[in-house]
């Protein structure tokens, strides 16, 4: 529980994200965003919206807490796609939060993993990674570094 109170507040975050995906490209695009996010239900949920204004579409995350199973979910939501109904599902362990589902890419089945790291009062690090054969390697195709705007 209040894992994600870190994120509480405003950030402008730079995307740098893989344009091809599962084939082994290594062109990245870099564009900003500013993400707003907000503790709810006392700790245990959080929201934040994204917005890329040079890109056409926003984001936004919806992350609960399960006390039960010690563990978050995490659900992506897509202003264009709506809801990606698989949540990616883990928990922190020593300041790394590591969250896993399996889901499809195009219709090819992955294993997608976020990592959220690097955590400060004023910066935090994420990243998306696939992998195409069951967990045996990954291929990172976006990452964002946040940088506070708001004080805490």
Same mark, same amino acid.
């Given at each position: 529980?209040?894992?994600? !109170?870190?994120?509480?507040?405003? =950030?402008?975050?730079?995307? %740098?994200? @893989?344009?091809?995906?599962? /084939?082994g490209g290594d062109e990245w695009e870099e564009f900003p965003g ?8 006392g700790g245990r949920g959080n929201f934040d919206e994204i917005t ?17 199973? !010690?563990?978050?979910?995490?659900? =992506?939501?897509?202003?264009? %796609?709506? @809801?990606?109904?698989?949540? /990616? ?53 976006w990452i964002m570094r946040s940088t506070r705007v708001t004080p805490?």
């Amino acid at each position: 529980m209040n894992d994600f !109170d870190f994120y509480v507040g405003t =950030w402008d975050v730079a995307n %740098r994200r @893989l344009l091809e995906r599962g /084939v082994g490209g290594d062109e990245w695009e870099e564009f900003p965003g500013r993400s707003v996010a907000h503790s709810v239900f006392g700790g245990r949920g959080n929201f934040d919206e994204i917005t890329f204004p040079t890109k056409g579409f926003d984001g936004a995350t919806l992350r609960l807490y399960d006390a039960a199973r !010690d563990e978050w979910s995490l659900y =992506w939501i897509n202003s264009e %796609r709506g @809801l990606d109904p698989v949540p /990616v599902v883990g928990r922190f362990a020593d300041g790394i939060g590591v969250f896993e589902a399996d889901d499809t890419d195009d219709g090819r089945p992955i294993r997608v993993r976020f990592t959220w790291s690097e955590i400060a009062s004023d910066s935090c690090h994420w990243e998306q990674a696939f992998s195409y054969d069951d967990g045996k390697s990954w291929e990172t195709n976006w990452i964002m570094r946040s940088t506070r705007v708001t004080p805490r």
